[in-house]
């Protein structure tokens, strides 16, 4: 389909250097992005992190992450393409829901809120 009143003809869109390359910098970023692995990414954050709750907060943080992994916590964690395990909560109106009982009726979404209560 053309549009109307240019006689068919198609106009190409004109392509500016600077527009070339602001999506030349858009992909290289993409590339970047996909390319950095996970530590690299949380790099960044770690240290800002350290330099916004202060050297006391931040040692009491990495004394607490660091018992959490010595517990033996993360071999305990359903890893990705594990079933997740059957558990019943009540919802709100205090009636038990267990997942076995949601997953009969179909697919199933949990989403775990890691908020401040």
């Not at 109307?4 to 992005?33: C, F, M, W, Y």
């Not at 790099?43 to 350290?50: H, K, S």
């Not at 009491?60 to 660091?66: K, P």
């Amino acid at each position: 389909m053309t549009p109307p009143g240019n006689g068919g003809i198609v106009a190409p869109v004109a392509t500016t250097p600077a527009r070339q390359s602001a999506r030349s910098l858009d992909v290289d970023h993409e590339e970047k992005e996909r390319a950095m692995s996970l530590e690299e990414k949380l790099a960044p954050l770690r240290e800002a992190t350290a330099k916004r709750v202060g050297p006391e907060m931040h040692a009491v943080m990495q004394n607490a992450t660091r018992q959490l992994r010595e517990s033996g916590i993360l071999d305990r964690v359903i890893k990705p393409g594990m079933p997740a395990p059957d558990f019943t909560l009540n919802d709100q109106n205090n009636a038990a829901l267990s997942l076995a009982g949601l997953l009969a009726t179909g697919a199933v979404v949990v989403s775990v809120f890691r908020g401040f209560w």
